[in-house]
């Protein structure tokens, strides 16, 4: 079943104005474009962790933001399962304390991180994890969330190009077999064809119309 995406907002940027609408029915849009666009500012909008912006966010039907009639959903009200750039692991604990740390169970986390190639990590501390591998717990710890919707800024970056497909594949699998909407932000194409159904391209603040969608 398709979920829905609608943002219509307006926001200043260092560089601007960060204007969009986008409304999408598809289960999986990619926003691609250069650096300084907007991009991960959009995202921030979504999860709720930026206040700035006016105007209406609606996930599936539900309004998390709506300025002029004062509807306002707070980010821990809205289950977003988020991975920014930078993983946000605590240096302190191990991965399997990291991904146990929004009450998942042993058996989910177990499942998740085998999924995702991760499982030889549970005992390890971030510290001792490449760039890639950390990138493969926030996702981990994203899942583990059970979100409503979930934002992804350049999640494959640091990994090499058999295993970024891979996991866009799985990852593009799990998304829709729960029917959870996701929003990817990346600079390369492949992964934005391998894991959206619709891309959009965010430049000097500015959405483009999409693309047609991905057949399958």
Not at 50 to 54: K, L, N, Q, S
Not at 94 to 106: E, K
Not at 161 to 167: D, K, N, Q, S
């Given at each position: 079943m398709a979920v829905s995406l609608r943002c219509d907002v307006r926001m200043p940027l260092a560089s601007g104005?960060?204007?969009?609408?986008l409304a999408s029915d598809q289960p999986a849009v990619a926003l691609v474009g250069p650096s300084g666009a907007g991009k991960t500012t959009l995202l921030r909008i979504l999860a709720g962790v930026?206040?700035?912006?006016?105007g209406?966010?609606?996930v599936a039907g539900v309004v998390w933001q709506d300025t002029r009639k004062g509807v306002w959903v707070p980010p821990w009200e809205?289950?977003?399962?988020?991975?920014?750039?930078?993983?946000?692991?605590f240096p302190h604990l191990?991965?399997?304390?990291?991904?146990?740390?929004?009450?998942?169970?042993?058996a989910a986390i177990a499942g998740t991180a085998e999924l995702l190639r991760a499982a030889h990590l549970l005992d390890r501390r971030p510290r001792r994890l490449s760039g890639g591998e950390r990138q493969r717990v926030a996702l981990a710890r994203a899942l583990l969330s059970a979100p409503r919707l979930l934002l992804l800024d350049e999640p494959f970056s640091a990994l090499d190009?058999?295993?970024?497909?891979?996991?866009a594949a799985t990852l593009r699998e799990w998304t829709r077999s729960r029917a959870v909407p996701l929003v990817l932000v990346s600079h390369d194409e492949e992964d934005a064809r391998t894991l959206a159904d619709e891309r959009w391209h965010l430049v000097d603040g500015h959405l483009s119309r999409p693309g047609d969608p991905r057949p399958g």
């Open positions: 104005f960060l204007e969009v609408s930026e206040r700035r912006a006016t209406v966010v609606d809205r289950r977003v399962g988020w991975v920014p750039q930078d993983s946000l692991l191990t991965v399997r304390q990291n991904l146990a740390y929004g009450g998942a169970d042993d190009r058999p295993l970024r497909m891979e996991l």
